[in-house]
């Protein structure tokens, strides 16, 4: 199995605090994901960054920052929670060429509660 | 923009019997990936199957098989001899070979199998 952690891995905040959520690759893999998983919508994708620093936005990027300082780290910043990130959270990381770039490998995931 | 409609929001089956889940996709790139994710009730996400836009050839894995067809944009999931430990959640996805390779999920098929 592909070497990713998500910390933590349950989570429950009120409306209105900061909350970051961290993905953990022991891979070396250029590219990594977050996602979140929601009833009736299957995975979107929030952010995504292909490379140290470089970052750009998903499908679903508003209301939530995120910051890549080195290789291994990926933090997903919710600067205010909202009840409507109440969801489960998914890191992805790729690879950079062959098989390994075009499948993603998927962490645990982290159950986020919103009240 | 790239789209991946799962039309089956739950199926139960009788174990034993064959299961087809059908997964239809929209994009007008030439070059692009399918895949197929198992999520398990505990939650993780499974990788299942793989597969380019230039290979239409179908595929079987033990009980499990995949049938990409172009014409129809189609790439549907068959399950022959169903068992109790096939109840998932089972989700299509679309990738680009593009930079970034990001996954494009449909909303997922629930299945349940019964004893």
């Known amino acids: 199995d592909a070497g990713i952690t998500q910390s933590p891995r349950h989570k429950v905040t009120e409306t209105g605090t900061p909350v970051t959520l961290r993905c953990h690759q022991t891979?070396?893999?250029?590219?990594m994901y977050w996602y979140r998983q929601d009833p009736g919508h299957g995975l979107r994708l929030i952010h995504y960054?292909?490379?140290?620093?470089?970052?750009d936005k998903g499908e679903v990027s508003d209301g939530y920052s995120v910051s890549r300082s080195k290789t291994e780290d990926f933090l997903l910043t919710l600067e205010s929670a909202t009840s409507s990130q109440t969801s489960v959270y998914f890191c992805?990381?790729?690879?950079?060429?062959?098989?390994?770039?075009?499948?993603?490998?998927f962490g645990p995931g982290t159950r986020l509660t919103v009240l | 923009a790239q789209k991946v409609t799962q039309a089956q929001t739950e199926i139960s089956v009788v174990e034993k019997e064959d299961v087809t889940l059908d997964c239809v996709y929209e994009t007008r790139d030439t070059t692009y990936y399918l895949f197929w994710y198992k999520q398990p009730p505990s939650g993780e996400l499974v990788f299942l199957i793989r597969?380019?836009?230039?290979?239409?050839q179908n595929e079987i894995s033990g009980r499990y098989s995949w049938n990409f067809q172009k014409s129809t944009s189609s790439f549907n999931f068959t399950i022959t001899a169903s068992q109790v430990v096939d109840s998932a959640v089972y989700f299509c996805a679309l990738s680009l070979m593009e930079y970034g390779n990001k996954l494009v999920f449909g909303a997922g098929t629930i299945l349940r199998v019964k004893s």
């Open positions: 992805a990381i790729s690879g950079n060429s062959g098989a390994s770039y075009n499948e993603q490998f």
């Open positions: 891979e070396n893999h250029r590219y």
């Open positions: 597969r380019n836009s230039f290979d239409e």
């Open positions: 960054s292909y490379g140290v620093k470089d970052t």
